[in-house]
């Protein structure tokens, strides 16, 4: 099956700073999502990319469906953004899974 | 309005006892599919439903069974209850027609097997 690697595994951000996370994937893919999963354990979709670039608010997305990677960026960070970052992918019609990556796990600091 | 909504929120129950885990969406979705989360925070598919036909069925044991009443529910039983089943069970739905495929996401229900 597809492969989902996600990097870093952890990082720890002051409240403003920056940041970009990156997705990389073993095949080719049809749907691509990114989730961010608060402390309450909710899943909250924040883009669907499976090729392009979108911008909601401070963060954006890119997905270079060619190179099979996606890129997630994160600007002027709060606090209200740490969680657990995931990307899905998937390929394939109707009804099919989401492979999950492992997550990047975010602290934003005051 | 709630798209995906899942009962209970959490679920405490005892090794042997059976459960079961509802889901509703009022997206006016095709598929539904439920993803187990483990206590590393993986999530992986366990079933998917198109119309209220089984479509995908990921090596799950049969103690799980899936029903689908209609096409907005999705219900999941567990028989015979393990340690093992505690988790964060995650409904979602996603739709057909349309050129996107991006899957929305419930609440989750929150399993506790002691």
């Known amino acids: 099956g597809i492969q989902v690697e996600q990097s870093p595994p952890d990082l720890i951000l002051q409240e403003g700073a920056n940041s970009t996370l990156r997705c990389n994937f073993s095949?080719?893919?049809?749907?691509l999502q990114w989730f961010h999963q608060n402390p309450w354990g909710q899943l909250i979709n924040l883009f669907y990319?499976?090729?392009g670039t979108k911008q909601n608010g401070r963060l954006s997305a890119t997905t270079v469906a060619t190179e099979r990677y996606s890129l997630l960026y994160i600007s002027s960070s709060q606090t209200t953004d740490s969680g657990v970052y995931f990307c899905?992918?998937?390929?394939?019609?109707?009804?099919?899974?989401?492979?999950f990556g492992t997550g990047t796990r975010l602290q934003v600091t005051l | 309005d709630t798209a995906v909504s899942q009962t209970p929120k959490y679920l405490v129950t005892q090794m042997g006892n059976d459960k079961s885990i509802k889901c509703e969406q009022n997206?006016?979705?095709?598929?539904m599919y439920w993803y187990k989360q483990d206590s590393k925070k993986f999530l992986k598919i366990m079933f998917s439903?198109?119309?209220?036909?089984?479509?995908i069925n990921e090596t799950v044991p049969n103690r799980f069974s899936p029903k689908s009443p209609d096409k907005a529910h999705l219900n999941l039983h567990i028989n015979s209850l393990e340690l093992g089943d505690s988790a964060v069970y995650f409904c979602?739905?996603?739709?057909?027609?349309?050129?996107?495929?991006?899957?929305?996401f419930g609440p989750g229900t929150r399993l506790t097997v002691t």
């Open positions: 990319i499976p090729s």
């Open positions: 899905a992918v998937g390929r394939g019609g109707t009804a099919s899974k989401l492979t």
């Open positions: 439903y198109n119309n209220k036909e089984l479509i």
């Open positions: 095949d080719s893919v049809n749907n």
């Open positions: 979602a739905s996603s739709p057909v027609w349309t050129p996107t495929y991006e899957q929305y």
């Open positions: 997206l006016g979705h095709d598929t």
